[in-house]
């Protein structure tokens, strides 16, 4: 991989695993430092040792509303610039909406939209103040589609769409590019409440994509000159039915 991220500073949420850490794997590449945002502090280390001085870690609990509030400053006091940040960090609810307790609720719709705008609304101040940034935020195509089988999820991830679009109009004219990437279902973590058969079956019927292939996407985006902005890119597995 060209090296087209040398001299740049990134920052991935939920790197600790699946398309987060793909992405963090994709730009030290590439050639960027990168730093590392998950409460995982083990794996943390574990990938920064595996990466080398290019990857570090910053162990941060995103749904500690103080904690979330330092991660700006602590990527700063880390690497002293952020050029690109990934905000990847996300759960997953399937099912009814029946079954589900309302404290789970809260804390989905907490990570994967409060905890977004946050970090997007602390990353923006310094990225103005230079002129230039790239953010990505990884949604999905439940953001485009209302998932019957997922309508917490669903619902989350068009809030992602909506606050992406809303906000590249915002910052495009500081010279800030905002942009999001919808994956379909990914072979990570979050789908670890899928009963094995349905797994298995998906994973047979090429209905899954690895993390790499995300990753692949939101490397594109950045890859882009100045001048083009990839507003989302829906990655599919070609078996998937929508």
């Not at 990847?88 to 099912?95: D, K, S």
């Not at 797994?199 to 100045?226: C, H, N, W, Y």
Request: with cysteine.
């Amino acid at each position: 991989m060209s090296k087209f991220l040398s001299g740049k500073v990134a920052a991935v949420t939920g790197a600790a695993s699946g398309i987060g850490r793909a992405s963090v794997e994709a730009m030290v590449s590439a050639g960027a430092q990168v730093v590392m945002v998950d409460r995982d502090e083990p794996a943390l280390e574990a990938i920064a040792e595996e990466l080398g001085d290019a990857a570090i870690p910053i162990a941060i609990d995103l749904l500690d509303t103080d904690d979330c509030s330092m991660m700006v400053p602590r990527i700063l006091e880390k690497a002293s610039r952020l050029d690109i940040l990934h905000a990847n960090a996300g759960t997953y609810i399937g099912g009814d909406l029946m079954e589900t307790d309302t404290a789970t609720i809260d804390r989905m719709l907490n990570l994967n939209v409060n905890v977004v705008m946050k970090n997007v609304r602390d990353a923006l101040p310094h990225m103005i103040e230079r002129g230039s940034g790239d953010i990505v935020v990884t949604a999905s195509v439940a953001g485009h589609y209302p998932v019957p089988w997922e309508p917490v999820y669903s619902a989350s991830k068009w809030a992602m769409t909506c606050f992406v679009q809303t906000m590249r109009r915002q910052a495009n004219k500081k010279g800030i590019r905002v942009a999001q990437v919808s994956p379909g279902p990914v072979s990570t973590a979050l789908l670890s409440d899928w009963e094995e058969d349905r797994l298995q079956a998906a994973k047979d019927s090429g209905s899954l994509i690895e993390p790499t292939e995300v990753a692949d996407a939101v490397m594109f985006i950045l890859s882009r000159p100045r001048n083009v902005t990839i507003r989302d890119i829906v990655v599919l597995p070609t078996m998937f039915d929508i």
